[in-house]
């Protein structure tokens, strides 16, 4: 029963990504063909927010939800709760945002969404201090959960602070566009990261893969602490004092070294780790630590300035880089975990087609991003029907994940497509 119940759950979040991947592509048909009635920041707004907070705020719930607590704690009415009510605070933004952008209505469920946050951090870390997970067998992966959590109520006073901003009269201004990147920034290189290191380790401890007990507390820390001054890197646009940029550049230094030690701890079990996992989600996982290297390498180089401010006039880079992380390290490795955990299925062709369609306009889609943002920094101007050329391209991402979906729908993830590496009572719960 518990086993359908967290399905449907992770069915709801894989609905939202359709929706999201079909309103990305609403946003790239207006460049080809701009429709008078559709404002498109107001639709990038809710584009923005069911991409956090519909998809992978959810696949988050369910994930922590059902790896960190035993069926009797998971099962509690406070989590159903929680979950209905924040989808609802979604549907909401949904509606309201494409139509209004930032108002009365749209600003009401985003709040509501906030609270329901805080609710369930309260709530989770209430239950896993009952069940004294900080010093079970989930020591290390624990830490970077409650991390990912902290990471998550402090991205909110960005939004908190946006209304005392405006209402002084400076919309639009430094003081806001840096509010909106320190939500962003502890988004998601503080709560998703986080959370998406707290799984990779809950499978090294829960797999017993004997990774490097010294080396992981390490990277731990070293991830932690330069989180918070890694934001600084968010505000070189601006350009700021000449220390902000020490402070900034240091924390990337620090985080290119942290993923060296993640990489000494990881070397020696890749082997058990990669077993793990069955043919099509090993190949997620890979492809999100190909994502997750890129991002680590393309934030340093951001703490250059001469970087920074290509990064500010050229605004394709950060969308570009926006969705490496968001859609190639973090979604990917989301949909590997699930897989992984049988909760989602690649045995069907319809699953395969679905998830290969989604890769190839992943992938296509950047390069051709990648590519313009290239051409205007050579001075080469704008790919011949670029605009044309991406939108086809992302025809592919809501085709492939829709057939994905579907796929999941008729049952197939009830299933697990490596079974054998399930423990028992995983499967029974």
């Keep these: 029963m518990s086993l359908f ?3 449907d759950w992770l069915l709801v979040a894989l609905l939202n990504l359709v929706v999201l991947a079909l309103m990305g592509l609403l946003l790239r048909w207006l460049f080809v063909a701009p429709v008078e009635e559709m404002n498109y920041k107001f639709l990038l ?4 927010h069911v991409a956090l907070l519909g998809w992978l705020y959810t696949a988050f719930f369910v994930a922590l939800l059902y790896t960190f607590f035993p069926v009797e704690v998971r099962r509690k009415k406070v989590y159903a709760w929680q979950f209905w009510l924040a989808q609802g605070a979604v549907l909401g933004m949904l509606l309201t945002f ?3 952008g930032y108002a009365a209505a749209s600003i009401t469920f985003t709040t509501a969404h906030m609270l329901l946050t805080y609710w369930f951090i309260y709530q989770f870390l209430k239950d896993a201090k009952a069940l004294q ?5 989930h020591t290390l992966s624990f830490r970077f959960v409650k991390a990912a959590l902290f990471f998550m109520g402090l991205s909110t006073l960005g939004p908190w602070s946006l209304g005392p901003i405006m209402a002084t009269g400076h919309s639009g201004s430094e003081l806001y566009l840096n509010a909106i990147y320190f939500y962003l920034h502890f988004q998601y290189n503080g709560w998703f990261t986080f959370a998406v290191l707290g799984l990779l380790f809950w499978l090294l401890e829960q797999y017993k893969l004997g990774f490097n007990a010294r080396l992981g507390p390490r990277f731990f820390r070293l991830m932690f602490w330069s989180c918070i001054p890694a934001f600084l890197l968010s505000v070189l646009w601006a350009t700021p004092p000449a220390f902000v940029y020490a402070l900034g550049g240091t924390a990337a230094l620090v985080q290119l070294f942290a993923f060296g030690l993640l990489l000494q701890c990881l070397w020696p079990v890749r082997r058990q780790l990669l077993g793990l996992f069955g043919r099509w989600s090993r190949w997620l996982l890979l492809l999100a630590a190909l994502a997750f290297s890129l991002k680590t390498l393309m934030q340093a180089a951001t703490a250059v300035p ?12 950060v969308i570009g880089y926006l969705h490496l992380v968001l859609i190639g390290f973090i ?7 699930f897989a992984q955990q049988g909760w989602l299925s690649f045995k069907s062709r319809m699953s395969q087609w679905g998830i290969s369609l989604f890769l190839a306009g992943f992938i296509c889609s950047e390069a051709v991003l990648f590519l313009q943002g290239v051409f205007f920094w050579l001075g080469f101007g704008v790919i011949p029907a670029y605009n044309q050329l991406l939108f086809g391209i992302s025809t592919l991402l809501p085709l492939g994940i829709l057939l994905f979906f579907v796929s999941q729908l008729r049952g197939e993830g009830a299933t697990t497509e490596h079974l054998k590496q399930v423990p028992l009572q995983q499967q029974k719960a």
């Design 133 to 137: 997970l900080q010093a079970g067998r």
């Design 98 to 100: 494409p139509v209004q």
């Design 45 to 48: 707004h809710g584009h923005s």
């Design 331 to 337: 979604s990917l490795f989301l949909l590997a975990f």
């Design 5 to 7: 119940f967290k399905r």
């Design 306 to 317: 001469y970087m920074a401010d290509l990064a500010y006039r050229l605004r394709i880079f």
